[in-house]
T-cell receptor, first 113, second 115 residues
């Protein structure tokens, strides 16, 4: 069974549309994250959720909004998509406590045309 | 603010050569954690190792070894007898504090191993 699963794997959409990326983890982890990887491979943290509370909210546009219906899910909603939103988005999770690495999903490649 | 620097953008070696990927970090915390991840051409991020700030022992896992030196704030990664399958982008990452609430990545080093 996949530990952290993201859907869809690929997403091609037009500018101005609204889209969502789903993420689910079956590891029982307490904290989930969204990272953005740009075309130069740089990984930047966008959000994290711990027990349904947003604890990190980086300076991302408010067109991006995380939604966590429960501890196992952290979805990413993007409104009014722009060309610059094209990137690979990774979901990740980790347990509470020091020293744990993240388990990442396989990524969602978003292309805005 | 925490910061991770991977000065080597790209490295190319021939199979069976040894290669070291450099990682230098900055932090004001005394408790922190360092990580290495591998991103092969398929795109997934694969966890390789973590090290806490109180454990400076070097680690070896097969052909992989890691050299953690607090005196130089470095956490370097060496692949011995490289193979084509080692070709990937390698990321060093740092998280601060006891609960390591977030992880900051370096820019990555693209390693190409040629046959």
């Amino acid at each position: 069974d996949t530990a952290v699963s993201q859907t869809p794997k690929y997403l091609v959409t037009q500018m101005g549309n609204d889209k969502s990326i789903k993420c689910e983890q079956n590891l029982g982890h307490d904290t989930m994250y969204w990272y953005k990887q740009d075309s130069k491979k740089f990984l930047k943290i966008m959000f994290s959720y711990n027990n349904k509370e947003l604890i990190i909210n980086e300076t991302v546009p408010n067109r991006f909004s995380p939604k966590s219906p429960d501890k196992a899910h952290l979805n990413l909603h993007i409104n009014s998509l722009e060309l610059g939103d094209s990137a690979v988005y990774f979901c990740a999770s980790r347990p509470t406590g020091p020293g744990y690495g993240y388990t990442f999903g396989s990524g969602t490649r978003l292309t805005v045309v | 603010a925490q910061k991770v620097t991977q000065a080597q953008t790209e490295i190319s070696v021939v199979e069976k050569e040894d290669v070291t990927l450099d990682c230098v970090y900055e932090t004001r915390d005394t408790t922190y954690y360092l990580f290495w991840y591998k991103q092969p051409p398929s795109g997934e991020l694969v966890f390789l190792i973590r090290r806490n700030s109180f454990d400076e022992q070097n680690e070896i896992s097969g052909r992989y070894s890691w050299n953690f030196q607090k005196s130089t704030s470095s956490f370097n990664f060496t692949i011995t007898a490289s193979q084509v399958v080692d070709s990937a982008v390698y990321f060093c990452a740092l998280s601060e504090g006891y609960n390591n609430n977030d992880m900051r990545f370096g820019a990555g080093t693209r390693l190409t191993v040629k046959p």
